[in-house]
């Protein structure tokens, strides 16, 4: 099979013609030139050294995104344009994806990072799996390439959590590196590593290989169909965000079915987040009453209490990042209240961290009262707990 690759998410402009066990020819450029001026000269130039006839080839791989909006739309174009002349299908290879494959083989955790602007990086978590890839009869090893997180948009911060939870080596790699080192130096609790030059930006080559394997898993379509993935909202998507702010606030019953949309709210809101499995187990619990916040069909917020005699205990309440400040946490508990009267609750009880100075003032001003301190109630990190109550 013979693949010819384009990659122009970032500031690197590559391309590549690759083969099952070899790679033709690569042509990549680190430079500040747009790929309006570069690709084609050199997919030109690649198709006259290797005397390749483009009718030859099987397929193109595109890098598809996340990167630069111009970028992405320049190589989306050219591989489109190539693919509708030649009637080829196109891969497309996620940008990440593709990044995350040059450290083939590794058993720590890759973790590509891309410089997305306002400390945000373009991501994913990936790793190899050995004992997955044991060939039977053989001592021959084809590591698999495993995806532990598709790629994402995320603040930086909130990254260094996660792979803080992931408790394993992480490698870096990526335009975002130089950008965050620090940030990744200060936050991160696990061993870490960096790439060298060769490897940490993206190449065509990689695209190639990476795109024949997802050809051979039936992974690949046609130009008509192509688009580039941007992950950061468009316009359109952003004042779909301010609707979703001004709309009508619901308040109903969290189901098993809302654990998903729970979870990801707890990850953002937690520094000991309760995993999805958690969520579900307490759903299913008859003696917890469990809230769902909801504006325009999408979760803002929730609150799970553990009712018990006379006295009901908040043992978790969340709102969403965006929707803090509106109401949201004061109308789950205002639900809750209402809950607590007829099941004759007639006091709610709460622990909350000492160091949240925020959460405590808006316990006050929801009624609660100080009961005392509990010494080192909270492990992750380790910290004591303020013990709150009020009377229904």
């Known amino acids: 099979m013979k693949v010819l690759a384009i990659e122009s998410s970032g500031l690197t402009a590559s391309v590549a013609v690759v083969e099952e066990t070899r790679t033709v020819a690569e042509y990549t450029v680190d430079y500040k030139k747009t790929h309006s001026q570069t690709l084609l000269p050199m997919i030109d130039e690649v198709v006259r050294m290797t005397d390749l006839e483009l009718a030859e080839i099987d397929a193109i791989a595109v890098s598809g995104g996340p990167g630069s909006f111009t970028g992405l739309r320049i190589g989306s174009a050219t591989a489109k344009g190539l693919g509708l002349?030649?009637?080829?299908?196109?891969?497309?290879?996620?940008?990440?994806?593709?990044?995350?494959?040059?450290?083939?083989?590794?058993?720590?955790?890759?973790?590509?990072?891309?410089?997305?602007?306002?400390?945000?990086?373009y991501?994913?978590?990936?790793?190899?799996?050995?004992?997955?890839?044991?060939?039977?009869?053989?001592?021959?090893?084809?590591?698999?390439?495993?995806?532990?997180?598709?790629?994402?948009?995320?603040?930086?911060?909130?990254?260094?959590?996660?792979?803080?939870?992931?408790?394993?080596?992480?490698?870096?790699?990526?335009?975002?590196?130089?950008?965050?080192?620090?940030?990744l130096s200060a936050g991160l609790k696990v061993p870490y590593s960096f790439v060298?030059?060769?490897?940490n930006r993206q190449r065509a080559a990689v695209v190639g290989a990476l795109g024949i394997r997802y050809y051979k898993a039936g992974k690949y379509e046609t130009a008509m169909e192509h688009q580039p993935e941007y992950l950061r909202q468009s316009q359109a998507e952003r004042e779909r965000a301010q609707r979703e702010k001004t709309a009508k606030l619901v308040i109903r019953e969290l189901k098993a079915e809302d654990a998903a949309a729970a979870a990801e709210i707890e990850y953002q809101s937690f520094p000991d987040p309760w995993s999805q499995n958690g969520i579900l187990d307490t759903v299913s619990n008859p003696s917890t009453v469990c809230l769902l916040a909801e504006k325009a069909g999408k979760a803002v917020g929730y609150l799970f209490a553990y009712a018990a005699g006379d006295e009901a205990e908040i043992a978790r309440i969340a709102v969403a990042g965006e929707q803090k400040r509106q109401g949201v946490g004061k109308s789950l508990i205002r639900t809750l209240e209402e809950i607590g009267k007829k099941k004759q609750i007639r006091r709610l009880l709460l622990d909350v961290r000492e160091s949240n100075r925020e959460a405590r003032a808006f316990y006050e001003k929801m009624a609660f009262q100080e009961d005392g301190v509990r010494r080192g109630f909270y492990q992750d990190p380790p910290e004591d707990a303020v013990l709150m109550s009020r009377e229904l």
């Open 85 to 121: 002349a030649l009637d080829k299908p196109l891969i497309h290879v996620p940008t990440v994806d593709g990044l995350a494959y040059q450290v083939y083989g590794c058993r720590d955790i890759i973790c590509p990072i891309m410089d997305a602007r306002r400390n945000q990086v």
């Open 123 to 183: 991501t994913g978590i990936y790793t190899f799996s050995a004992s997955a890839g044991k060939k039977e009869g053989t001592r021959e090893v084809d590591p698999v390439f495993q995806v532990l997180r598709m790629q994402m948009a995320i603040a930086v911060e909130d990254l260094i959590r996660r792979l803080n939870n992931y408790n394993r080596p992480v490698v870096f790699l990526g335009d975002g590196v130089p950008v965050y080192r620090e940030m």
């Open 196 to 199: 060298p030059s060769y490897m």
